[in-house]
Structures are given as structure tokens and as C-alpha cells.
């Protein structure tokens, strides 16, 4: 299919777009995926609200240059790559990436780009083991909350004995 000047401009606008608004970006090599492997994939990422595409190599580098700060990008953008475009959890995609990995052996895990710092295929474990903004909170909250509850047991146990040993008292006299 060729593709005008014009229209590799567009694509160049519409991945900066893309890509600017992403929290993170994802790189897999699908060399050797089956079209049911691939569609099953890109099905799950949609799931969970990860566009998953695949551009040419030396458009998604026109529009990294422009946005800057990608550089430790350049090596990776060789091959049959897909891109995953996260907004949101930047961990999702990880935890998918590596559910396909057991099941079919693909696409293999280039990287990830999250909040200007490189993960690279090694730590494709540790990106999926990441616990969402949420559940961070959640965590953070109940161990806030954790000494109140502690507190507020303690003094409802003194004043149950307290009140106990008033009863015991009053019903001797």
C-alpha cells in the first residue's frame, strides 16, 4: 500500500497526539503471531482500554523526535513492531503481555516507556507485579487508618471492662 507524503504527515500528527497523551508506551516484536493470536490479544488489551497498533518504524521515530525525551527508544524501533498506548494503569498492558507470553510464546516484550524511564524486556516481571494507582491508595489509606481502628478497639475493650467491672460491682452491694 503506498502512502503519500500527506498522509505519512497525518500518521506522523495523529501518533504525537497519541502518544503525548499516553501515560505509557508499550513495544512487543509480533513476528511469527498467527492473525487469532494477534486479534485475541489486541481483544484483551481493548478490554481494558489499551490501544494496541502497528506503524511503521520510521513514523513512530519522526514523532518521538518530536516530542522528545525518547531516545532510549531508538534501538527498539526495528522489526515488526506493535505499539500499546496506555492511559491509565500503566501496568495493565505488563500483566497481559505476560499471560500471552505463557499461553503462546508471543509477542515477544521490547519494552516499556513509563513516565520517562526505560523498562526493558528483563523486567517485564516486575512491570507486571506493579499494583495500580488504586490499589497503592487503598493500601496507603488502610494503613492510615490502621492505628485509629487500633485506638478506637482499645478504648471500646477498656470500656466494656470498665463497664463490667462496674455491673460486678453494683450487683455484690
Avoid: C, W
Avoid at 505519512?8 to 492473525?35: F, H, P, Q, R, W
Avoid at 515488526?80 to 510464546?105: C, M, S
Amino acid at each position: 500500500m503506498a502512502t503519500t507524503i500527506e498522509q505519512k504527515k497525518e500518521i506522523v500528527k495523529e501518533l504525537v497526539e497519541t502518544i503525548s497523551n499516553s501515560d505509557a508506551l508499550y513495544l512487543t516484536d509480533y513476528k511469527g503471531m498467527s492473525v487469532a493470536d494477534m486479534n485475541n490479544l489486541r481483544s484483551d488489551l481493548r478490554e481494558k482500554e489499551v490501544n494496541y497498533k502497528v506503524y511503521n518504524n520510521k513514523l513512530v521515530r519522526r514523532a518521538l523526535e518530536q516530542i522528545g525525551g525518547y531516545d532510549a527508544l531508538d534501538d527498539l524501533l526495528i522489526n515488526q513492531t506493535a505499539y500499546a498506548f496506555v492511559q491509565g494503569d500503566p501496568a495493565v498492558p505488563a500483566k497481559i503481555f505476560k499471560k500471552h507470553l505463557k499461553e503462546n510464546k508471543k509477542p515477544e516484550f521490547k519494552a516499556a516507556f513509563i513516565e520517562g524511564v526505560l523498562y526493558t524486556s528483563e523486567q517485564l516481571d516486575t512491570l507486571s507485579a506493579m499494583k495500580s494507582k488504586e490499589e497503592m491508595i487503598g493500601e496507603i489509606v488502610g494503613l492510615l487508618m490502621s492505628p485509629v481502628t487500633n485506638i478506637i478497639g482499645g478504648l471500646q475493650a477498656q470500656g466494656s471492662n470498665i463497664s463490667a467491672a462496674l455491673k460486678t460491682i453494683s450487683e455484690k452491694e
